[in-house]
């Protein structure tokens, strides 16, 4: 196993300890959303809201990879991001790989 594989089965367990199970892919985007929106407890996310925070999350993971940059919060304390550089263009496989690295950053595993 590589190491990219054991930080990812670690952030795996560390989830699944915290949360009862391992959420898939678009409930670790959500849940990082939260955290960047800095919710308050029992909010409830209409579906485009949802959305709009795995999008928060994605800008965020690649924000650590040099992609994106924070520009602020909106009056509703929505984060913001501008593009600084192109995503390359990669099939689904890499782009899954991409984020699997920035969450296991993202978490510090």
């Known amino acids: 196993m590589d190491n990219m594989e054991q930080r990812w089965k670690e952030t795996e367990r560390m989830l699944e300890e915290?949360?009862?199970?391992v959420p898939d892919m678009e409930?670790?985007?959500?849940?990082?959303?939260?955290n960047e929106?800095?919710?308050?407890?029992?909010?409830?996310?209409?579906?485009e809201q949802k959305q709009d925070l795995m999008h928060v999350?994605?800008?965020t993971l690649l924000s650590q990879a040099g992609y994106y940059?924070?520009?602020g919060r909106d009056q509703d304390g929505w984060p913001h991001f501008k593009e600084v550089e192109k995503v390359p263009l990669t099939g689904m496989a890499e782009q899954?790989?991409?984020l699997k690295a920035c969450i296991i950053e993202y978490f510090g595993v």
């Open 57 to 59: 999350a994605v800008c």
């Open 37 to 47: 929106l800095g919710s308050v407890p029992g909010r409830k996310f209409s579906k």
């Open 69 to 71: 940059e924070f520009e």
């Open 27 to 34: 409930g670790i985007l959500f849940l990082i959303g939260v």
């Open 96 to 98: 899954e790989e991409l």
């Open 18 to 21: 915290r949360f009862g199970k």
